[in-house]
């Protein structure tokens, strides 16, 4: 069945429209906002899609775990979603959690879904009526059709990992990284995958490291590789940071000024190394990166 509204994105107006529209029963909306409750504010008609409750899988003991077809199938069932209807996937905060429903029901073989844009803040802003009255759906009859490729299991993602494929995790960069802390007891990223987040920022070259990297540069680009970024140049010698061994910079950057001193730039020092033979000295004008 052809898509009554735009996949897999719809706008505000569109959305609107075919609501007033002589389809507009077969249009379902679910709110999947995340910590908000049936009564809260939302678009007339719309329903609680709540990931934390029947729509995972709580007899596992892991968030958000997507539950057996015939229980999705039934779920859906009592959200009023059948064969001929078309979902809207709708939420108030920046639209993270929407794309859950939206990948769950495809993953379930329903095509005829979309994710509003701009979410519900879009709808406010327009003006459009928003309402705390709950409904109550007449039960659907969609079947599910399961995709196959579109869900794994562990036993796939160590094996994708031996065979050297790229494995991305969705978590934000903080939550991958270790730098918050994890509020799901438990869990962890597997070695070696990647953050969904870090990898975007390293293919735009804007990433939070290359800000850093600005900022501590006074705003220049750093357009060195990594090694460069743990060595102190000073009138065209560098010394490396050894790693582990904290922060030194202001103590190595001293050491570095007492070498320059006494040899002077690099083209002076190699001179001067083809004279000497001390080993101390040889290793502070021949090889700067101690």
């Known amino acids: ?53 029947p729509m995972s899988d709580q007899s596992t003991g892991l968030p958000h775990t997507m539950p057996a077809p015939d229980v999705l199938q039934e779920s859906l069932r009592g959200l009023g979603i059948s064969a001929d209807s078309h979902v809207v996937v709708t ?20 095509d005829a879904v979309s994710i ?24 659907g009859d969609v079947v599910v059709a399961p995709r196959t490729g579109l869900l794994v299991d562990e036993e796939h993602v160590k094996s994708s990992l031996a065979a050297g494929e790229t494995v991305i995790d969705a978590r934000s960069h903080a939550r991958f990284a270790g730098i918050e802390p994890e509020p799901r007891p438990g869990a962890a990223r597997r070695p070696h995958a990647r953050s969904g ?14 800000a850093r990297r600005r900022s501590r540069l006074g705003g220049r680009p ?6 460069d970024r743990r060595q102190l140049r000073i009138r065209g010698h560098r010394l490396r940071r050894r790693p582990g061994r904290g922060d030194v910079r202001a103590r190595r950057r001293r050491r570095l000024r007492r070498v320059v001193e006494r040899v002077g730039t690099p083209r002076r020092a190699r001179r001067r190394h083809r004279l000497t033979r001390s080993g101390a000295e040889e290793r502070c004008i021949g090889r700067v990166s101690i």
Request: proline share 12%; no cysteine.
């Open 91 to 110: 939420e108030t905060d920046f639209l993270f959690a929407a794309a859950r429903p939206w990948w769950m029901l495809r993953a379930m073989g329903v």
């Open 1 to 53: 069945m052809t898509p009554l509204l735009p996949t897999p994105l719809v706008s505000v107006d569109d959305l609107s429209d075919a609501l007033a529209g002589p389809d507009g029963r077969r249009i379902v909306i679910l709110d999947v906002s995340m910590g908000a409750s049936a009564a809260d504010p939302h678009i007339p008609g719309a329903l609680r899609f709540d990931l934390d409750g």
């Open 197 to 210: 987040e870090s990898a975007l920022h390293r293919a735009s070259a804007r990433g939070p490291a290359a």
């Open 116 to 139: 509003l844009d701009g979410g519900n803040p879009a709808w406010a802003a327009g003006h459009r009526l928003v309402t705390e009255a709950t409904p109550t759906p007449e039960p």
């Open 222 to 227: 750093d357009r060195r590789p990594w090694p």
